[in-house]
């Protein structure tokens, strides 16, 4: 996997195609008030698939994941993850979220916990797992996104890149089949940004099945299997990355990735 | 060769001796820039410190100087004329030194006054060990359960070769102690339960409890206490009745709980949404989201209004005067009826309020100290 890296400067899909999808989304509609944020949206990820979400801002694609664990309500259509179909049915909600991770723009550590507690709180409690056990799991998650020793200290007190990638662990902690996140990077200083894309390629590398919505178009050439481009509430086009790039069919792609390519 | 370097540094007209620079650190600096910097500060400086003296001077002179520690008593009748002689410029601490155990007691029955004493140590006791963060556990709650039960055993008494003491003679220090006590204990799990229902989703839930908090916030304590006392009995069915403290009591509670649910309800507003969300997206109950998320952050954030509304509380317990519960206040305006104290109310109403001022200070001492150490995690 290591060779491909370094002479594609990608590695090979994850996916397979033979299961069930992760997620599927059939006709999604939504509306804030009379403003139509999700049109007819149909996606399907495949397990260990891993796909970015580009768009310009207010195009509903933090919305689109967001409704995945019901964060957002979806109020048309039909969303079906890990086989399970969202519904106000509380109990097959908690199944859904207990198998899904997401990762917020603005972090949203527990401030009043520290870093262990944050990562070993749901799955002490969700999961039912001992608090020793749970804290060598948080531990070990902490050890992969190489912020160990700061286990006994509190969100406060580290920098925003450190912070995100406890909040990536945090979301681990919990086993998760799928990982959601919401643009991870949009709020960090540039010089922290690599280190928590370092980390999302080092997850991406394990085979989980990733949605993320991030304009890191270098993120999104190295790992993902496919670009879903979003724009005013609609999907407009997606396929693989080099593709989607270098040969965009619709003007608004086009225009997105001229806007995108000069602020970088 | 050293006498030659002295000889020529005195010689040397420059060295002359210098004034010390002026200080700009310790107390006289500090007075110099605070009190005395222009002729206006200078002036009302000395003014206040005027005044100051003389009223401290003025004070001590009424308080200790000239006082009377005690009455001589002929038969059962205190000779309070020393006291009258002193036209005001004394204070006649004979009255607390007569009165103290029923201002105190109220009109338990004064052979048993061990009981009400042993009652006030117990609640200062489980203040104190509720206090420590070293208790702070699941141990709390049969240590309050246990102590409350002694508490009630030791007022009511009936049992264990104790005379049985009707709640109508219960008064002073311990009614005040057990109106607030039970009252806040009661209020805060009721507040919280109330501020949460104001958020919620579902409509009836959310209804109620605002209908709760504004009709309650809406009336004076007093005509509440006045609603418990005389209004309630009458929709009670021929025959029952529930006696008139606990009455009280619940009124006290639910005003309480109104006016701490706003409160609790105002830390439930700064906490980000984002808070709400990640504890969702781990996939936390409710109750988990509420009580290791929500609530931790939120009651740490109104830690000083929640101390003021208590401290406002255990005041307002006087306020069951009107409905004729003797509690510490009550008790010290009762013992003054009697003739021969007649007229030494400042001396009463200073030791009553120094009572709820030790009360209230060390609510408010140890709010602090709570304040400083709850909120490590957002100092850097």
């Known amino acids: ?264 | 060769m050293s006498d030659v370097t002295l000889n020529a540094a005195t010689a040397n007209p420059e060295a002359a001796p210098r004034t010390a620079p002026v200080a700009t650190t310790g107390a006289l600096a500090w007075a110099r820039t605070n009190l005395f910097s222009s002729w206006l500060n200078t002036a009302l400086t000395l003014v206040m410190a005027y005044l100051l003296v003389r009223w401290t001077i003025g004070f001590i002179d009424w308080a200790f100087i000239n006082a009377i520690w005690s009455v001589p008593m002929q038969g059962n009748v205190p000779q309070t004329q020393v006291c009258r002689d002193l036209e005001g410029s004394g204070a006649c601490w004979a009255v607390i030194g007569e009165k103290h155990r029923f201002i105190l007691f109220g009109t338990y029955p004064y052979e048993e006054h061990w009981r009400p004493l042993l009652v006030c140590a117990l609640f200062i006791g489980l203040y104190v060990v509720s206090a420590m963060r070293r208790f702070w556990s699941w141990v709390l709650i049969p240590i309050w359960i246990v102590t409350l039960t002694v508490i009630g055993v030791l007022m009511w008494g009936g049992i264990l070769g104790m005379t049985y003491v009707p709640q109508e003679r219960w008064g002073g220090l311990p009614i005040t102690l057990i109106l607030s006590t039970f009252g806040l204990a009661f209020a805060f799990p009721l507040a919280i339960l109330v501020a949460l229902g104001r958020r919620s989703n579902l409509p009836a839930i959310k209804t109620l409890c605002v209908l709760y908090v504004e009709l309650i916030r809406g009336v004076p304590l007093i005509s509440l206490l006045f609603m418990a006392s005389v209004m309630f009995p009458l929709f009670l069915p021929e025959g029952m009745n529930i006696d008139k403290l606990l009455r009280a009591q619940i009124a006290i509670t639910l005003f309480a709980g109104a006016y701490l649910a706003e409160v609790v309800r105002a830390g439930l507003q700064t906490l980000p949404r984002g808070q709400y969300e990640a504890a969702e997206a781990l996939g936390l109950s409710y109750w988990q989201k509420t009580g290791f998320i929500i609530l931790p952050q939120a009651l740490r954030l109104v830690i000083p209004p929640l101390v003021n509304t208590f401290i406002g509380f255990f005041k307002d317990t006087s306020l069951v005067l009107i409905i004729g519960i003797f509690d510490l206040l009550t008790a010290g305006k009762t013992a003054i009826v009697e003739p021969a104290w007649q007229g030494f109310g400042i001396e009463v109403y200073v030791f009553v309020g120094a009572i709820y001022l030790v009360f209230c200070f060390a609510m408010s001492k140890y709010s602090q100290g709570l304040e400083r150490d709850l909120n490590q995690h957002r100092r850097r």
Not at chain 1, 82 to 100: K, M, N, P, W
Request: hydrophobic share 40%; glycine share 6%; proline share 5%.
């Open chain 1, 1 to 264: 996997m290591g060779d491909t890296l370094e002479t594609e400067g990608r590695f090979a899909s994850a996916v397979r195609a033979d299961a069930p999808p992760a997620i599927l989304l059939q006709d999604v509609n939504k509306w804030f008030g009379a403003l139509h944020v999700l049109r007819d949206i149909n996606l399907s990820v495949a397990t260990g698939e891993r796909v970015v979400v580009c768009g310009p801002s207010g195009s509903g694609k933090s919305t689109m994941i967001r409704c995945i664990n019901r964060l957002e309500q979806h109020q048309q259509g039909k969303i079906i993850v890990d086989g399970i179909e969202l519904s106000d049915d509380l109990r097959s909600l908690d199944a859904i979220r207990r198998e899904v991770g997401m990762v917020f723009q603005s972090f949203n550590l527990f401030p009043h916990l520290t870093i262990l507690e944050n990562c070993t709180l749901a799955p002490i409690w969700v999961r039912r797992m001992p608090k020793k056990e749970a804290e060598e799991l948080a531990m070990e998650y902490l050890e992969r996104v190489r912020i160990p020793e700061q286990a006994k200290k509190y969100p406060g007190q580290l920098s925003g890149g450190q912070q995100q990638r406890v909040a990536i662990a945090r979301a681990l902690c919990m086993k998760p089949k799928i990982m959601l996140f919401d643009e991870p990077t949009s709020a960090l200083d540039p010089e922290m940004i690599k280190e928590v894309l370092d980390t999302m390629v080092m997850l991406a590398e394990t085979g989980m099945t990733m949605i993320c919505v991030t304009h890191e178009m270098g993120f999104a050439r190295q790992v993902a299997d496919r670009v879903v481009f979003m724009d005013r509430g609609e999907i407009v086009e997606s396929g693989e990355p080099e593709a989607l790039f270098s040969n965009p069919k619709t003007d608004r792609l086009r225009l997105f990735l001229s806007q995108i390519l000069r602020g970088h």
